[in-house]
């Protein structure tokens, strides 16, 4: 008899998960397991904090402003301001400042503190706020990323149980545990590590690695995957891969490849503001130098050469510029959400404009997840009445009633909303990976009924008899649908299912083909047959069926780099093809949270129905940006070389620089229509 023997491991020890995942995963200070939990939610978003917090004081600080008796508060506050906003600014500028880096960041930074010197400390009170929030909006949406890698890993347990050679049971980390070494699989468990069956027989889901909720029997010989779960029996596994390199480990390192290899608009950007930065400050010191050989004018002064060039520096800095784009994104990220859809990160929408190929996995996505039960047909048989398919549905439903598989789901429903009645069942017994048998009692006297696996219905019956039943199963598999065996007496019945098209979505991709131009294909791990049909229903231009997840990768990659390519997908097998796609849409309420997190759109209530909605969004996006663009360019003209010529003093140089800012910013509004 196996015994089992448990080690605890307390929280606070470097071998706990919580310090793996903290280590490991790169996560916020706000989860750090050296902090009490009390303490971990003021670091939550800290940096966007204080940046609203140096916000509300600037504003109290210029109403003070007005009122003599309040000029020391007013300098307060504005001093307070400086160190919220200005001192994560200076510190970072400093840093990048000694690796020989010089940025936008830089030249923010450089202005605003100038700007003290010329009396002007509100204006640079105003640059540091505004680019504190739009930096911490940055780092918000950057760490969504890592949310990634953190929910896959979560999906496999970090502790097996292994089966020692005496016959003792032992809980080990997964990282401890060897190649060849044998793990217990409980039923109900999750297949912490891949391994080989060498003993017992189960039935498993693998919906969180292929996406498709049908259990697959997995017997001595077969292999199973880490994260597969154990639905009925035990299983004893030879672990064939360490923990670093299975299945879920490799599924991982497709997701961080994925994101790593899709370039985007920020970085562009940030490569694009170093080389202005630099021209824009050496531009202003080479001005200050030289402008009083070329004109009548002193260095010092209000009239001098170096109170212009901080005047260019100052109108020079890319205040509009540095929330042209945010305010248009966040406004249109705004309006998404109160629409249910949550988009992580703005830049996604400018990236959606771009699609021109749309792709669609099958399960979960274009269908509803979950079987329908089609009909029953009693196999051999041409002539036979209407009694024996509803006694045959009388058995299945009581053979099932107890059942958790989808197909017994299926049955259920099915026979709930008919009003099936249900039969007497003695010695039911469930057989692992095949089915269900037990003594149905009917009036004329009992009889043996067995329902599961037609291979395993089939080897009950006569040698004719299953010829003549495997002709009609091919039939059946070739229109698409899913089958499972009833065998009643020697009555043999054929139950059909079949997965369930959302009924909204043939109407979707009619918009999305005749509004927005797309070409429409299905990426799915579901058999070609059921594929086709499916394909077919909803009117999609191509499909590609028995897809891993590493092929869903390929495939993306493949027509993502010929062109803009947006991909929808709910399941784990989809993270790595939503991470590397233009874009990644994920179903919400039914997707699973590692595709949630690899996504850059989520459809909260799984509205698939607002695709063509949000691709609208997109290009009104798309333009707005453009816009706002050019008039932040514009504005930066008009004030920086008026300043720098002396035509116009600092305080009318500010007014063209902040009403520039004023103007994109109330344009980027306009996206909160709906």
């Not at 050296?34 to 904090?49: V, Y």
């Not at 600080?61 to 600014?89: D, Q, R």
């Not at 199973?224 to 599924?251: K, M, Q």
Request: charged share 20%; hydrophobic share 50%.
């Amino acid at each position: 008899m196996m015994t089992t023997k448990e080690i605890a491991i307390p929280l606070t020890s470097p071998e706990s998960p919580l310090f793996e995942d903290f280590f490991d995963l790169g996560q916020p200070d706000s989860k750090s397991p050296f902090i009490t939990l009390q303490s971990r939610g003021w670091g939550i978003d800290l940096p966007l904090r204080a940046a609203l917090v140096a916000a509300f004081l600037l504003a109290l600080s210029f109403a003070f402003s007005f009122f003599p008796a309040y000029l020391a508060l007013s300098n307060l506050l504005l001093v307070m301001v400086y160190f919220l906003a200005g001192t994560p600014s200076l510190i970072e500028s400093i840093e990048e400042l000694s690796q020989f880096e010089i940025n936008i960041d830089v030249l923010m930074t450089l202005a605003a503190f100038s700007s003290v010197l010329l009396g002007s400390g509100m204006e640079g009170g105003l640059l540091l706020v505004l680019f504190s929030v739009s930096g911490s909006m940055e780092d918000y949406v950057s760490a969504k990323a890592k949310n990634s890698i953190s929910s896959l890993h979560k999906l496999s347990p970090s502790r097996a149980c292994v089966v020692e050679s005496d016959g003792t049971l032992i809980e080990r980390s997964v990282k401890d545990i060897a190649i060849d070494t044998r793990i217990l699989i409980k039923s109900g468990q999750v297949v912490p590590l891949d391994g080989l069956v060498v003993d017992g027989i189960s039935t498993v889901n693998l919906v969180h690695i292929t996406g498709e909720n049908l259990p697959v029997t997995k017997k001595i010989g077969d292999t199973v995957p880490a994260g597969a779960r154990n639905l009925e029996g035990t299983l004893t596994l030879s672990v064939t891969h360490l923990s670093s390199d299975s299945t879920l480990a490799r599924i991982i390192d497709l997701v961080t490849q994925a994101q790593e290899a899709r370039p985007t608009l920020q970085r562009w950007f940030d490569r694009l503001s170093e080389g202005y930065a630099i021209a824009i400050i050496l531009f202003a010191f080479l001005c200050a130098l030289v402008i009083p050989f070329f004109q009548d004018v002193p260095y010092l002064g209000h009239e001098g050469s170096i109170y212009r060039a901080l005047a260019f520096l100052i109108a020079a800095s890319p205040c509009a510029l540095v929330i042209a784009i945010p305010i248009a994104y966040l406004s249109a990220v705004s309006v998404c959400a109160r629409q249910g859809i949550l988009m992580k990160g703005g830049i996604t929408l400018d990236a959606l404009a771009s699609c021109t190929v749309m792709a669609f996995d099958k399960t979960g996505t274009l269908t509803t997840g979950e079987l329908g039960f089609e009909g029953i047909e009693l196999i051999g048989r041409d002539i036979y009445a209407p009694e024996h398919l509803k006694r045959a549905l009388e058995v299945a439903y009581s053979l099932e009633k107890n059942a958790q598989h989808p197909i017994a789901k299926a049955v259920i429903d099915y026979a709930q909303r008919q009003n099936v009645s249900t039969i007497a069942i003695e010695g039911f017994s469930a057989i692992p990976g095949y089915g269900l048998k037990g003594t149905a009692r009917f009036p004329e006297g009992p009889q043996q009924v067995f329902i599961g696996h037609p291979e395993y219905i089939l080897s009950e019956m006569a040698e004719d008899a299953r010829t003549a039943a495997l002709s009609q199963i091919g039939l059946i598999q070739e229109r698409g649908e899913l089958i499972a065996a009833l065998l009643v007496g020697k009555q043999f019945f054929l139950l059909r299912f079949r997965d369930t098209v959302r009924p909204e979505v043939p109407g979707i991709i009619k918009e999305l083909k005749k509004e927005h131009k797309l070409r429409l294909v299905m990426l799915t791990g579901d058999y070609e047959n059921s594929a086709r049909k499916i394909a077919a229903e909803v009117g999609l231009d191509d499909y590609y069926a028995n897809l891993r997840p590493v092929d869903k990768l390929a495939h993306v990659s493949y027509i993502a780099a010929e062109e803009g390519l947006a991909m929808v997908g709910d399941g784990i097998n989809d993270a790595p093809a939503l991470a590397r796609a233009t874009v990644g849409i994920c179903m919400g309420k039914v997707g699973s949270t590692a595709a949630i997190d690899a996504a850059d759109v989520i459809l909260l209530h799984d509205n698939i129905d607002l695709l063509g909605w949000l691709l609208k969004k997109a290009h009104a996006t798309q333009r707005i940006v453009k816009q706002n663009l050019l008039l932040a360019g514009l504005a930066m003209i008009l004030a920086s070389v008026p300043a720098l010529a002396g035509w116009i003093p600092l305080w009318l140089a500010v007014v063209f620089h902040e009403g520039g800012t004023v103007l994109v910013g109330l344009n980027g509004l306009r996206l909160l229509k709906k």
